[in-house]
């Protein structure tokens, strides 16, 4: 019997990545799964989670369009009566300083990470409001705890998802519904690789690697794991958390930095 039999959830960011792991790991423990993606279907971990879960629209749309988000969850609930649990992984990077940041790009990464979560809870609350329960668990980022040079817009994006997590958590608690968020430290998807690759940045990624107490990068299998443990009712006491699954990152976080000054 599956931690998830009988749930159906909704993935946003499903195609690639942390999303497609989560859909994998949710599919294996029983839920039938709906994605959202701005990405053509990929292979992988997507393919392999409709496959387990005998079904699985992948919605191509833009989290950024409210009115797509929200035609797509009326439709996932149509198929299956109900929306359980709502992931909410769509994001993308983004940053640099404060005094050289467009303000095009702050919308951009503002926009995708922290207004399109919010289409997506619009898309999905009233329903669970209705039935009294529901879980929804949101992908933060160390970088929202900790924050990292250059990023300032990914940075304050992700914050204010942790912060969002936690209103939701207080204005919905006492109708059933848990909201938490994963704060994911430096995973390996295919995005942060070819990122660190095309940038020649071989220093600053064994850098930030070393800055990880377990002295590697993570993998996206992992911050499923921990989503999973927050949608189940294995979880059924936690809500309003921000759960770090980084390796040891923010535990260790100033120690990491000194030493990759050279100043341990």
């Not at 914050?159 to 430096?186: E, H």
């Not at 095309?198 to 989503?227: C, S, T, W, Y």
Request: hydrophobic share 45%; with cysteine.
């Amino acid at each position: 019997m599956g931690r998830l039999d009988g749930k159906v959830a909704l993935i946003t960011g499903a195609a690639s990545g942390i999303g497609a792991a989560i859909a994998l790991r949710f599919a294996q423990e029983g839920a039938r799964i709906a994605g959202i993606d701005i990405q053509d279907l990929a292979d992988g971990d997507w393919a392999e989670a409709v496959q387990r879960a005998g079904a699985g629209p992948l919605h191509k749309l833009d989290v950024r369009d409210k009115g797509a988000v929200l035609r797509a969850a009326a439709e996932v609930e149509a198929q299956y009566g109900q929306i359980d649990l709502l992931v909410n992984s769509a994001g993308v990077a983004g940053g640099g300083p404060v005094h050289l940041i467009a303000d095009e790009e702050w919308d951009r990464v503002m926009d995708i990470n922290l207004k399109g979560t919010l289409h997506a809870c619009q898309a999905v609350v009233p329903g669970m409001l209705a039935r009294e329960r529901g879980s929804i668990v949101n992908i933060a980022s160390v970088e929202g705890i900790e924050g990292f040079e250059g990023g300032s817009a990914y940075n304050a994006s992700k914050g204010a998802v942790i912060l969002l997590t936690r209103n939701m958590a207080i204005d919905y608690g006492r109708r059933g519904i848990r909201v938490n968020a994963v704060c994911p430290g430096f995973i390996e998807t295919p995005l942060f690789r070819s990122t660190l690759e095309l940038d020649a940045m071989d220093e600053v990624r064994d850098k930030i690697r070393d800055a990880h107490q377990l002295g590697r990068f993570g993998q996206p299998v992992e911050i499923a794991n921990g989503a999973l443990f927050l949608a189940s009712d294995e979880a059924s006491f936690v809500t309003g958390q921000a759960l770090a699954v980084d390796g040891g990152y923010t535990a260790g976080h100033r120690f990491g930095i000194a030493r990759m000054m050279g100043l341990d």
